[in-house]
C-alpha cells in the first residue's frame, strides 16, 4: 500500500509589502517529473497570513491523498501546525496568553487541508540558495506586483 500512495514535495512561501500590506503567496509543487507552480495576492494583509494561504493552497492543489514534505522558511507555520495548534484547539482557539489566536481563519483552513495527507513539516532557511525555496519566494514577491498593478 505504501507504494501506492503519491509522493509530493511542496516548497511555500509568502511575502508582503508592508505589514500589513500587499502580500503574495507562493507553492512549489514537485511530483515525480512534474513541477507546478501556483500564486496569488491579497491587498492588504501580513506576512503570517500570506505563509499560512501559500501552505493552505499548496496542499489543496492535490488531488488525491499524498505523502507530502512541505518545505516552508516561517517558524510561525511550521511550529504553529506541528506544536501550538493542539492547544489552541483545546482551549477554544486561546493562545497561552488567553488572548484570540490570530489567524484563526486561516489555520482552521488549513487543519482542514491536511487531514487526507500524510504531512513532513519541514523548515528551510530562507534567501540561502535552496532552489525550491527560491521559487516559493520569487512566485510570493511576483504576485505582490500583480497585486500592485491590479488594485
Given at each position: 500500500m505504501e507504494s501506492m500512495i503519491n509522493k509530493v514535495i511542496i516548497y511555500t512561501d509568502g511575502a508582503c509589502s508592508g505589514n500589513p500590506g500587499y502580500g503574495g503567496w507562493g507553492a512549489y509543487l514537485l511530483y515525480?517529473?512534474?513541477?507546478?507552480?501556483?500564486?496569488?495576492?491579497?491587498?492588504?494583509t501580513t506576512n503570517n497570513r500570506m505563509e499560512l494561504r501559500a501552505a493552505i493552497e499548496g496542499l489543496n492543489a492535490l488531488k488525491r491523498p499524498c505523502k507530502v514534505m512541505l518545505y516552508t522558511d516561517s517558524v510561525y507555520l511550521k511550529d504553529g501546525i506541528t506544536k501550538w495548534i493542539i492547544n489552541w484547539e483545546k482551549n477554544n482557539w486561546k493562545n497561552a496568553n488567553k488572548k484570540e489566536v490570530k489567524n484563526k481563519d486561516l489555520w482552521i483552513k488549513l487543519l482542514e487541508a491536511v487531514k487526507m495527507h500524510q504531512i513532513e513539516w519541514n523548515w528551510v532557511k530562507g534567501h540561502e540558495g535552496n532552489e525550491g525555496n527560491e521559487i516559493a519566494d520569487k512566485l510570493a514577491t511576483q504576485a505582490i506586483l500583480h497585486?500592485?498593478?491590479?488594485?
Open positions: 515525480e517529473d512534474n513541477k507546478k507552480k501556483i500564486s496569488g495576492y491579497e491587498l492588504n497585486a500592485k498593478i491590479n488594485q
